[in-house]
């Protein structure tokens, strides 16, 4: 894992560095210590989720599932809503706050909803997926 050895809230500071670059791809936009990012397939949350330290993993957004829930429900077709905190700030984290999963996936539907703490508070239909976000 790349970073100082100085520890912030979710990690060794500096570990979100390669895992921007891991998503260059997939930045909509910088603004104020956040980057966010187009929605991540799960094979590339796979490789995200191999640099994150214990405690990033443990985290959620609100009432969602931890990171380390969404990296064990994900499969093929499924994706991710997510943002990072960068090194700017002292919580630097990724954070997944959603998942695009299709219509069809009723028994991973069931799951993302019992790894919650609360119900999403965003429910809504894109063409085939069925999209979930926690604020």
Partial sequence: MVGSE??????????TKPILRL??????????????LK???WEVLKRVGKLLPPKNLEYRCG??????????MGREGVKYMCYVVTSDRPDE???????????????LLAEVKSKALSPPTHVSELGELLVLGWS
């Fill in 6 to 15: 100085e520890e912030g809230l979710y990690g060794p500071r500096g570990f």
């Fill in 23 to 36: 998503l260059r791809p997939y930045i909509k936009f910088r603004e104020e210590g956040e980057v966010r």
């Fill in 39 to 41: 929605e991540i397939p």
């Fill in 63 to 72: 009432g969602a599932p931890k990171v380390s829930d969404f990296l064990k």
């Fill in 93 to 107: 984290k990724f954070v997944v706050y959603g998942i695009l999963l299709p219509r069809e996936e009723k028994k």
